[in-house]
């Protein structure tokens, strides 16, 4: 099999040069990007860097009690994340908690699914697979629970009097939130819905395009890539509809009653 | 028996208060904005959480699920607001009393947008009434219409209340007006609630 051609430091700055020279062309236009353009290259690169030394650590080392301490920081991270694009926030644990509760019934049964089913190498837990996949569907799902979440709360927020003329009208919870609650499903759905319809025509996904500059058979990155579309719009579509379910429960109380003090604006 | 009862009523930090209207018997209720009353009236609904018990007859709120109290205790807030595009698709129930508050039944058809704030409070009446309510809380449900259409609201809720046996509990601004529509009086000032046939 070919490998990639190795890249070197130099390599990778100049590279970083394109960056720069963005960064120096936003300067006169006052946009205020180029500081942040800056420190996110900065964290891209040492991110990268550390997972990198994350993982050649964990391929070495194979114990799955490691692996499942990886996956779980993967966990948090992703549930904070979605805690933090949210305007209207749950208060207290809850909103890391719908996350990841949403985010591990989802993106890890898939993966699992996927790995001893689909894959089945051995061990099922192989990180060289197990990592990057779950790592590829925890990304997607956090984002389509955010937009769900956030379309949810924040509708239910505006949606106030509709909502609580439909309670007044003797409509259950359920239904006074209904349409919302669809909304919301629909607008966590539609990246990956999206992400399908123009792969392969628009974008070479970045899986794929990673896999043949690594020597793989395109035939066989484009399978890959398809098993990797089909578990992403499974782990994202099931995530976001648990979420916004658990959401929009919690958005009530046992007597039906819309709570709106159980959210809290984003600090931000 | 139809009575409406709210015994040791509390929100927030008002109460407690006692409230008895009898079935066909009509309540005003009155007092400064900002003294509660659209609470009271939330907390009767069971929109807000709230201490104490309210009974509809015998049916104690606490004791049947909160949808189906609600549909019982007909709440119309200040301000009605519609969702759908026309308006006939948010009458679930029937659509009686239309000519008396002055429609044609053509207005099913109308859209939402075309409706003036006088209409909208006028169909938000009747879409409770659609759904049959045994008692009514009504939040100042004339406070944007003319004399004519005031009146008009009038006679329908009096009908209603006679017809159904239901105690109406109605929020109004206009003393007249309480005395006009309700055959008692409550008034709530700084926390009191006060009661004066």
């Keep these: 099999?070919?490998?990639?051609?190795?890249?070197?430091?130099?390599?990778?700055?100049?590279?970083?040069?394109?960056?720069?020279?963005?960064?120096?062309?936003?300067?006169?236009?006052?946009?205020?990007?180029?500081?942040?353009?800056?420190?996110?290259?900065?964290?891209?690169?040492?991110?990268?860097?550390?997972?990198?030394?994350?993982?050649?650590?964990?391929?070495?080392?194979?114990?799955?009690?490691?692996?499942?301490?990886?996956?779980?920081v993967m966990l948090a991270a992703a549930a904070r994340e979605v805690v933090a694009r949210q305007t209207k926030r749950f208060k207290g644990a809850w909103g890391f908690a719908m996350g990841s509760g949403a985010m591990l019934l989802s993106s890890f049964i898939v993966t699992i699914f996927a790995l001893t089913v689909v894959i089945s190498e051995r061990p099922w837990y192989e990180p060289r697979y197990s990592i990057p996949l779950l790592g590829m569907l925890l990304g997607n799902t956090m984002n389509g629970i955010s937009i769900g979440m956030d379309r949810l709360t924040l509708s239910a927020w505006r949606g106030r009097g509709i909502i609580e003329t439909r309670l007044a009208l003797g409509e259950k919870s359920g239904n006074a939130i209904g349409e919302i609650r669809k909304e919301s499903i629909r607008s966590g759905m539609i990246p990956i819905l999206n992400a399908m319809a123009a792969a392969g025509l628009v974008s070479l996904p970045g899986m794929m395009t990673g896999q043949i500059l690594g020597g793989s058979p395109p035939l066989q990155a484009v399978r890959y890539q398809i098993l990797i579309m089909f578990l992403i719009a499974a782990g994202s579509g099931f995530g976001t509809l648990f979420a916004v379910w658990l959401g929009s429960k919690r958005l009530f109380d046992g007597r039906e009653r819309l709570r709106l003090d159980r959210l809290r604006n984003s600090t931000r | 028996m139809n009575s409406l009862s709210a015994r040791n009523l509390t929100f927030l930090d008002l109460g407690p208060f006692n409230i008895e209207i009898a079935g066909g018997e009509c309540a005003a209720l009155t007092g400064p904005s900002g003294a509660g009353k659209t609470l009271l009236l939330r907390s009767i609904a069971d929109l807000d959480s709230h201490g104490g018990e309210v009974l509809l007859g015998e049916t104690?709120?606490?004791?049947?699920?909160?949808?189906?109290?609600?549909?019982?205790?007909?709440?119309?807030?200040?301000?009605?607001?519609?969702?759908?595009?026309?308006?006939?698709?948010?009458?679930?129930?029937?659509?009686?009393?239309?000519?008396?508050?002055?429609?044609?039944?053509?207005?099913?058809?109308?859209?939402?947008?075309?409706?003036?704030?006088?209409?909208?409070q006028r169909l938000g009446l009747l879409r409770l009434l659609g759904g049959e309510p045994r008692a009514l809380l009504l939040d100042e449900p004339t406070a944007n219409l003319d004399a004519e259409n005031t009146a008009r609201v009038e006679r329908l809720v009096a009908r209603y209340r006679e017809e159904n046996d239901a105690p109406v509990l109605w929020v109004c601004h206009d003393l007249t007006q309480a005395a006009r529509v309700a055959g008692k009086t409550y008034s709530l000032d700084d926390g009191e609630l006060r009661s004066d046939r």
């Design chain 1, 1 to 72: 099999m070919n490998q990639a051609v190795p890249l070197s430091p130099f390599d990778l700055s100049l590279a970083a040069s394109l960056v720069l020279l963005l960064a120096l062309f936003t300067l006169p236009l006052k946009l205020g990007l180029w500081n942040r353009l800056l420190t996110a290259a900065v964290r891209t690169t040492v991110q990268l860097l550390l997972v990198g030394l994350v993982l050649k650590w964990l391929f070495e080392s194979a114990s799955p009690w490691w692996l499942l301490l990886v996956s779980m």
């Design chain 2, 60 to 120: 104690a709120c606490s004791s049947i699920p909160a949808h189906h109290w609600r549909s019982m205790v007909g709440f119309l807030s200040a301000e009605s607001p519609w969702w759908r595009e026309t308006v006939g698709e948010h009458f679930k129930g029937g659509n009686a009393g239309l000519e008396e508050l002055g429609f044609k039944p053509s207005v099913m058809e109308w859209t939402i947008e075309r409706l003036s704030s006088g209409e909208r």
